[in-house]
């Protein structure tokens, strides 16, 4: 690879040959500091960059001067927009590049993009290319057609909608994908379009290129540098997983392979390293909370098969010795895999089930508390964190259920925002901006975790609450960064709640297994883990079994209890009575 430097999981390698390996993250920040004094910042970028920042402007020249390309993988919040403007602003000033060089972003976060080029780079000329048909027709003929721009943004959406013509048209200096890990499917029609745009070099975004496998990786390695990664190559990713027991194996060899590979394409710092004095703390901890008695209930009618709401398990997953497992577009995968939703939904209140249930009456605001264990957490915790002035964000996967909290938060006297898919972008960015206000009098946001969880600047609040475990981990980290980032000045507090003795248990455990295999391979940690990929129909039967033996030998308890795992002091702990351990019993 040559003379070559890489910064990655906190670790700076050594010159020339030294590999991935590396010093000590305080070593580590020193070099960086000292080696990007050697690139000065582009006088065309106003403001001021950080050393951490400087040291990924000089990380991307030389990625460029290699031909190779690269992934920027910062973690979120550390400014990996603005240390690309500052690439592109370099090679206008000292190589005369002005592109035309493509960005292709999420919807979510492409108003960011364009002001952070008025604000950093006010001289480059930007056009966003989105909208409807005859918008864009408006902005190629305006724009485009004459070649009127030197960086051209555009969302995954419009590039798929004009891929033909994107193709066709332009052979882009600089390609940029932002949340790049969104092409992870190299058979994924986005993927194709993307893979055969021409360009010089590619950029990739993202501070998690690990989500679920090293297949992923390999999507990603094959648009970085298509003519090195050969096709054939996925299937030498694909044996470092052995299946076994129910769960994916992954040996060691082919992680230590897969680390010293990013060693040489990826730089990434974390917020702990570069930001340790600037960045509050962050303190997270699972809530564990009991099912209330009308959850528990319907969740065993779902498991029993009773009445109408059991029709779903009707087939419970029980396979005869020797029955070749349902194939995942078979009726009984997929009458399991609605299953598991339902039961997902119960979890979080039984009102979001679409049976028996919603037939009752019309419920109070008191009584649809006491059906939900979640919402009977939250009834106790936030009066307590709205009297000592804190502000909340709420993220969930299910926006009806977001519905009932706005509902919730309403009655209950806290004024709230809410984002989800179907809010606009003007409404979005005027929204985050009264609620960051100092004194603003707006106490939660209610965010959908798909509409949200990326391009938000939310440091106006200092507690996030996740109602319901993600089976990607990644969705949970992107929601904790709209609030612990550059700017916050108040240390974050983050709940994720989980349903005791539910499927959300089995639930946290895949997560926490994506999450270590993430870490294995980026940071060359020698762990044990079992990640899993899509979930079999056995997987499926044991996620659903966890504290399902237990609910259904249980009867009816006079009182329901809550219980919090807890690993230091935090809001609530007034309403807490003594535990043991680090179990504290409401």
């Not at 004459?146 to 994107?166: G, P, R, S």
């Not at 390609?175 to 986005?190: G, P, T, W």
């Not at 703390?281 to 528990?296: D, F, N, W």
């Not at 679409?354 to 939250?378: C, F, I, N, R």
Request: hydrophobic share 40%; net charge neutral; aromatic share 6%.
């Amino acid at each position: 690879a040559g003379a070559e430097r890489t910064v990655n999981g906190g670790a700076v390698g050594a010159e020339a040959g030294a590999g991935a390996g590396g010093g000590a993250g305080l070593e580590a920040v020193s070099e960086a500091e000292a080696s990007s004094s050697a690139v000065t910042q582009p006088k065309i970028v106003l403001g001021k960059l950080r050393g951490y920042q400087l040291e990924g402007l000089r990380w991307l020249l030389e990625q460029g001067e290699k031909g190779i390309g690269g992934i920027l993988g910062d973690e979120m919040g550390l400014g990996k927009t603005l240390q690309v403007i500052a690439f592109l602003a370099h090679r206008k000033a000292h190589k005369n590049d002005t592109g035309p060089h493509l960005i292709v972003a999420p919807l979510s976060v492409l108003s960011s993009w364009m002001s952070e080029f008025r604000r950093w780079c006010p001289s480059m000329k930007v056009v966003s290319f989105q909208g409807t048909q005859n918008e864009r027709g408006r902005i190629r003929d305006e724009h485009l057609r004459a070649k009127d721009f030197e960086v051209l943004i555009t969302t995954y959406e419009t590039l798929m909608a004009e891929k033909v013509w994107l193709w066709r048209s332009f052979y882009y200096s600089h390609i940029v994908l932002d949340e790049a890990h969104r092409v992870k499917n190299m058979e994924s029609q986005l993927a194709g379009a993307i893979f055969h745009m021409r360009s010089v070099q590619r950029i990739l975004l993202t501070g998690t290129p690990l989500q679920n496998n090293l297949s992923e990786l390999w999507t990603l390695l094959r648009f970085l540098l298509p003519d090195a990664v050969h096709p054939d190559s996925q299937k030498t990713f694909a044996k470092g997983f052995v299946q076994g027991g129910g769960s994916m194996q992954v040996e060691q060899s082919c992680v230590q392979a897969a680390h010293d590979l990013l060693g040489m394409l990826m730089l990434r710092r974390t917020k702990a390293e570069v930001l340790a004095k600037e960045l509050p703390p962050k303190h997270e901890e699972v809530v564990t909370i009991e099912m209330a008695r009308v959850q528990k209930d319907i969740y065993r009618k779902l498991l029993e098969g009773e009445g109408s709401i059991g029709r779903l398990a009707e087939l419970n997953g029980v396979l005869p010795e020797g029955e070749q497992e349902p194939g995942k577009y078979s009726n009984r995968f997929r009458s399991l895999s609605n299953l598991l939703l339902q039961l997902r939904k119960c979890s979080l209140h039984p009102a979001l089930f679409e049976g028996e249930h919603q037939a009752e009456a019309q419920l109070s605001m008191d009584e649809m508390v006491q059906q939900s264990g979640k919402l009977t957490y939250l009834d106790k915790l936030l009066p307590k964190l709205r009297k000592e002035g804190h502000k909340v964000l709420f993220f969930s996967g299910f926006t009806s259920f977001l519905d009932i909290l706005q509902a919730y938060l309403a009655d209950r006297g806290h004024p709230a925002l809410r984002l989800d898919g179907s809010t606009s972008v003007a409404r979005r960015r005027y929204e985050t901006a009264i609620f960051n206000q100092e004194g603003s009098d707006y106490f939660a946001y209610l965010i959908s975790l798909k509409a949200g969880g990326v391009g938000l600047n939310l440091q106006g609040a200092d507690t996030v609450i996740i109602m319901e475990p993600q089976w990607n981990p990644t969705f949970e980290a992107q929601a904790q960064d709209r609030c612990h980032r550059i700017g916050q000045t108040r240390p974050v507090t983050v709940y994720r709640l989980c349903s005791r003795g539910s499927c959300e248990e089995s639930i946290l455990e895949v997560a926490a297994q994506k999450v270590q295999m993430s870490k294995a391979v980026m940071e060359s940690e020698d762990v044990a883990f079992e990640p899993q990929a899509k979930l079999s129909f056995r997987e499926i039967v044991d996620v659903i079994s966890r504290g399902a033996g237990k609910l259904l030998e249980e009867g009816p308890r006079k009182t329901d209890r809550t219980t919090r795992r807890s690993s230091a002091a935090s809001h609530g702990d007034d309403l807490a009575q003594e535990g043991t351990g680090h179990w504290k019993s409401f």
